[in-house]
């Protein structure tokens, strides 16, 4: 070996050898949030990408509160077709699977859980207004019980489905099919360990090198086949979500989606009221288009969004009609209802906006910035002109040339051709009582004294 041969290969010992993915590695993908359309998105590229790779495996480590039931479902389909095992783990400690976390965790080849952990509560949530779901016996009213509510059935539809759906894919993973109901039917929610003892998931693991120990030579299903995991010694690939997920991943966020249209909506209000500032009118505009951007990803409620323009086309009136402040409170009122509504969903759901933790501070902010827009305006509006030809009436001006019927006069550092009733010296103090046609009409100091 030639001594440039022998630098390049010490070389290449002390360089960092890329690891290539296929079947000697796992890859890792996080999920720490809702679950919604990026999530979604990310989860099935991760899969896909996996498959084409032949990696031994794909790792989902989960928290979750839940999400929305359309991206659920489509995640869900995709683990149940994919080509390459999919192990779903619940952690780390303190982590849920709630909600749709529970269809995703039931789906999966190999479901673990850390300890501390739990699973449950996936009953759905509409977004649609109606009442809750009366009891499963409905009959005569018994005496000391109050009598059976309206029957929603809409709300009925979307549980009915709902149900059958888990139910199908713990069918599927051979799972608890009756708990996994009941997890819909009645929002149960369990521990790791009595989900291991229910037969809810498969294992459960201290972290991800003991799970990858733990799976080494178990055999899955996938597709039509079998499959043996080796998984001892692997190499761990994480797959992150892309900058463009990230982004739609917070935009899908109702209280971001909230804020963006407050923020949105108070940039045009200053615009509108101080017209030429520009950038509360170009910040309030792009606010704006994220807020449509979220509200493309995430159901709303239109009432809401209705009530938060009534809002703030109150806020506006409020400026040019004198009414002692009912217009302003009405405004405020609107805004706070709107806000609460427009994501209109029972306390339980992972996809509520807290009232008095995000509404009522992201309102108030909004109406002490109006208010004080609004004092200022109206007493701007009430004052005399101080700016233009008008505002020159009532000031003080120095004969700049000799004033016989027409003269000119020195007022704010600029000359006016004036005209007076009588002759005014140069160097005398006058007042400015009318502006026509660029003329002002001045008296001496000394007759509006007198007057």
């Given at each position: 070996?030639?001594?440039?041969?022998?630098?390049?290969?010490?070389?290449?010992?002390?360089?960092?050898?890329?690891?290539?993915?296929?079947?000697?590695?796992?890859?890792?993908?996080?999920?720490?949030?809702?679950?919604?359309?990026?999530?979604?998105?990310?989860?099935?590229?991760?899969?896909?990408?996996?498959?084409?790779?032949?990696?031994?495996?794909?790792?989902?480590?989960?928290?979750?509160?839940?999400?929305?039931?359309?991206?659920?479902?489509?995640?869900?389909?995709?683990?149940?077709?994919?080509?390459?095992?999919?192990?779903?783990?619940?952690?780390?400690?303190?982590?849920?699977?709630?909600?749709?976390?529970?269809?995703?965790t039931l789906a999966a080849h190999v479901a673990v859980m850390a300890p501390g952990t739990s699973i449950g509560a996936a009953h759905p949530v509409s977004f649609l207004p109606g009442q809750p779901r009366p009891p499963e016996k409905e009959g005569a009213e018994k005496e000391g019980e109050p009598a059976p509510k309206i029957r929603d059935i809409a709300g009925e539809k979307i549980e009915e489905f709902t149900a059958a759906f888990i139910e199908s894919i713990a069918e599927a993973r051979d799972r608890n099919v009756e708990w996994a109901v009941d997890a819909v039917r009645n929002s149960v929610a369990i521990t790791q360990s009595e989900a291991l003892e229910l037969n809810v998931v498969d294992l459960v693991a201290d972290d991800l090198d003991h799970l990858l120990e733990l799976i080494d030579g178990r055999k899955v299903k996938v597709g039509r086949g079998e499959v043996t995991l080796a998984t001892k010694g692997v190499t761990i690939v994480k797959i992150p979500m892309s900058l463009v997920g990230r982004f739609f991943d917070v935009m899908a966020d109702p209280q971001i989606a909230l804020l963006l249209i407050l923020a949105g909506l108070l940039g045009l209000y200053v615009e509108f009221t101080q017209p030429g500032m520009i950038f509360p009118g170009v910040a309030g505009v792009i606010s704006l288009i994220l807020a449509g951007l979220a509200l493309q990803i995430i159901p709303f409620n239109w009432i809401g969004l209705i009530l938060i323009l009534a809002g703030l086309g109150l806020l506006v009136t409020e400026i040019f009609v004198t009414s002692f402040g009912v217009l302003f409170t009405g405004g405020i009122l609107a805004l706070a209802a709107g806000a609460y509504m427009l994501f209109d969903v029972p306390e339980q759901s992972d996809l509520i906006v807290p009232f008095w933790t995000v509404i009522f501070p992201a309102v108030m902010g909004v109406a002490a910035f109006a208010g004080i827009v609004v004092v200022g305006l109206s007493r701007s509006l009430f004052r005399p002109q101080f700016t233009g030809a008008e505002g020159l009436i009532g000031e003080t001006a120095v004969v700049d040339h000799i004033i016989r019927k027409r003269g000119r006069v020195l007022v704010h550092g600029e000359l006016w051709t004036a005209e007076a009733d009588e002759t005014i010296p140069k160097g005398e103090s006058v007042k400015i009582v009318e502006v026509r046609d660029l003329v002002v009409r001045v008296v001496r100091d000394a007759n509006v004294a007198e007057k």
């Open positions: 070996m030639t001594r440039p041969q022998a630098w390049v290969c010490s070389l290449a010992l002390l360089l960092p050898t890329p690891v290539a993915a296929g079947a000697g590695t796992v890859n890792v993908v996080a999920v720490s949030g809702g679950i919604n359309p990026a999530v979604a998105d990310y989860l099935m590229k991760a899969i896909d990408q996996s498959a084409s790779e032949g990696s031994q495996a794909l790792v989902i480590e989960l928290d979750t509160p839940g999400g929305l039931l359309s991206s659920t479902k489509d995640i869900v389909g995709a683990i149940l077709n994919a080509e390459v095992p999919v192990i779903v783990f619940v952690s780390p400690r303190g982590a849920w699977a709630a909600s749709a976390g529970t269809f995703i």
